[in-house]
């Protein structure tokens, strides 16, 4: 993270009003039904990078008779996602993964691109996951989208369908389904980061990356209600077909040291 990152009091604050948010949680609990049909009675799941708990949450109610763990690597972090949560959070670094027992779905939401060596991270889920067990996967899309916010949150990278498969596969798993989705926004977030770029040039003081950055987590009313409604109805979309772009990846992937059926219990 850089000095001006968006703090977790910002993300708290915001997650449960925001369309952006709201949006991606009706992608991941759609991915993560799929993934979770064949697993056995008391299986595993952990979200790695869970941050304040809001996907956390999503993932006790999709999971039901799963044990669900969070592990996140900032106490502030592990704190918010306390108060969220009845599962256990832990703090932990995911390229030092404490968990003895492996896991059979490990989740990870816009948290690959924050670290230096993604391939590395990938590994290491992948050591952490059960044979025929799966990841579940969420990183922001296109580097012609890279913008203040990207810097605030302290980002390395954004990624292309191309370069995510790559590194997936690189690390040893097997691609399922990658898709772009949250294509309604897309132009807006275009238009939208470039006339705040000029308007910061040209007024007096310039604002940090971090207050535009806290700008965009304040919901519009308006616009806030629109962009739910069109990401609401992208969602049936995004679980049964690839789209054609979007500003953010989901990427299931299985650890093919044995198949889906046969997962350990």
Not at 49 to 58: F, M, N, P, S
Not at 78 to 98: H, N
Not at 151 to 171: C, D, F
Not at 249 to 258: I, K, S
Request: glycine share 8%.
């Amino acid at each position: 993270m850089t000095a001006e990152a968006v703090a977790f009091a910002d993300l708290f604050a915001a997650e449960d009003r925001h369309f952006w948010f709201r949006g991606r949680n009706r992608v991941i609990a759609g991915a993560v039904r799929d993934a979770v049909q064949d697993f056995p009675p008391g299986y595993r799941v952990l979200e790695v990078g869970c941050g304040t708990g809001y996907v956390l949450r999503l993932l006790e109610r999709e999971c039901r008779g799963a044990v669900v763990i969070g592990s996140e690597v900032s106490d502030e972090g592990v704190a918010f996602a306390r108060r969220r949560v009845g599962s256990p959070v832990v703090r932990a670094d995911v390229y030092a993964l404490p968990f003895a027992d492996p896991f059979h779905l490990v989740g990870m939401f816009d948290v690959l691109e924050h670290l230096p060596d993604d391939a590395r991270a990938l590994q290491e889920l992948r050591a952490a996951t059960a044979p025929g067990g799966r990841l579940v996967l969420t990183v922001p899309a296109y580097m012609s989208l890279w913008s203040h916010t990207d810097e605030s949150s302290g980002h390395y990278r954004r990624y292309t369908p191309t370069t995510l498969r790559r590194v997936l596969t690189e690390a040893g798993w097997v691609v399922e389904r990658l898709t772009p989705f949250m294509l309604p926004l897309v132009p807006v977030m275009w238009a939208g980061r470039k006339l705040a770029a000029l308007a910061n040039r040209l007024r007096g003081r310039k604002k940090t990356g971090r207050e535009l950055a806290v700008g965009e987590l304040r919901p519009v009313p308006g616009f806030n209600v629109l962009m739910r409604g069109l990401l609401a109805l992208e969602a049936p979309f995004v679980r049964r077909w690839r789209l054609p772009v979007g500003t953010s990846l989901l990427a299931v992937a299985r650890n093919p040291a044995g198949s889906a059926a046969r997962v350990a219990a």
